[in-house]
């Protein structure tokens, strides 16, 4: 794994010998305390089972310019475009998992926990290269995505990233779900409530403030979860081929099926929340702000961003700053020079 954050160090450190920190440099520069974009170091590639289908897909992440956003290209699909933007304008499906589409009708399944990686890792700009309609779904959590973006390395690119900053709440529901997105002064929080009616599961509570470090540590081995009714049902339907007990939770009554159990007694709201940043991370940038859902789902996170981006005085747009402060990046900057 490449150094990340020395890149980013040594960009400050560059920018600091022509102006003081938090002041615009010139041309082609930008304030000092400004995040910049990231993309992968290199490719990586791994295999897995779909899902739906349960044939064995494999999926490269490969770099990508600075501004073009995550972009997903169909390998198998050459008589049409086969290009998808990850974006919430394209999401064509939530019934089971997020599906994106093309105005070709070219679609790719099961993106969330992917994107939740990228997202948590602060990955900008990516190509994720699949042969097939959906993304391996590995163990049903974003483990092996944040160890394959960890295999490819990100570095920073020359240009500032920019945010989505809430500055007015927005609010949906959708039945018995209740979503809502209010401004926060710095980076996003998912506070996310589900109730079920399992006493496998029952009501489990989780607020997260999302970072690379939380999110490696408290959401990434959340796996996905089902009830053996639902998995026997979508069977009958053609779907969840490849699903079994090594890529979800099954619940069975008040009982797990997993001989190995849970990875965290709150592994099913942890899991919860890691779909609620991969939803939201197909608002094309990250979000500033404080999501709360309670009993979200897929479709009404994506309900969300479609109220959000019909308001436009519920946000701006605006650079992101570095997760490091102005004195962290100052004081990087001075070590690099004593170096
Ligand atoms: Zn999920």
Not at 168 to 178: H, I
Not at 281 to 291: D, F, N, Q, R, T
Request: hydrophobic share 45%; proline share 5%; with cysteine.
């Amino acid at each position: 794994m490449k150094d990340a954050s020395l890149d980013e160090a040594e960009a400050l450190a560059a920018a600091s010998d022509v102006a003081p920190a938090g002041i615009s440099a010139g041309p082609g520069l930008w304030p000092l305390t400004a995040a910049a974009q990231r993309t992968l170091a290199g490719p990586a590639t791994v295999t897995g089972i779909g899902l739906h289908s349960g044939v064995d897909v494999t999926l490269t992440l490969r770099p990508a310019a600075a501004d073009s956003g995550i972009w997903i290209r169909r390998a198998d699909v050459t008589d049409r475009d086969p290009m998808i933007p990850a974006r919430w304008d394209h999401v064509v499906d939530t019934r089971l998992c997020t599906t994106l589409g093309n105005a070709a009708g070219v679609t790719v399944a099961t993106v969330e926990h992917l994107m939740a990686a990228l997202a948590g890792l602060g990955v900008d700009n990516a190509e994720l290269v699949v042969d097939g309609p959906e993304l391996p779904v590995m163990d049903g959590s974003s483990a092996a995505f944040v160890a394959l973006v960890e295999t490819a390395g990100t570095i920073a690119q020359g240009a500032p990233r920019h945010a989505v900053r809430l500055v007015d709440t927005v609010t949906v529901e959708d039945g018995e779900s209740v979503a809502s997105l209010r401004p926060a002064p710095r980076g996003l929080s998912i506070d996310a409530t589900i109730d079920f009616d399992s006493a496998a599961i029952g009501r489990q509570h989780r607020v997260v403030s999302v970072t690379p470090d939380s999110f490696r540590r408290d959401l990434a081995d959340a796996r996905t979860f089902g009830f053996r009714h639902e998995v026997e049902g979508l069977r009958a339907m053609g779907l969840a081929r490849g699903g079994s007990l090594d890529n979800a939770v099954v619940v069975d009554g008040d009982a797990i099926l997993n001989p190995e159990g849970l990875r965290h007694d709150d592994e099913f709201v942890r899991h919860k929340a890691l779909d609620v940043l991969g939803d939201l991370a197909l608002a094309g940038h990250p979000v500033i702000g404080a999501y709360s859902g309670h009993r979200p789902s897929h479709r009404l996170n994506n309900l969300l961003l479609r109220a959000l981006f019909a308001q436009p005085q519920a946000w701006r747009f605006e650079p992101a700053l570095s997760t490091a402060g102005a004195g962290d990046a100052a004081r990087h900057a001075g070590d690099r020079r004593r170096a």
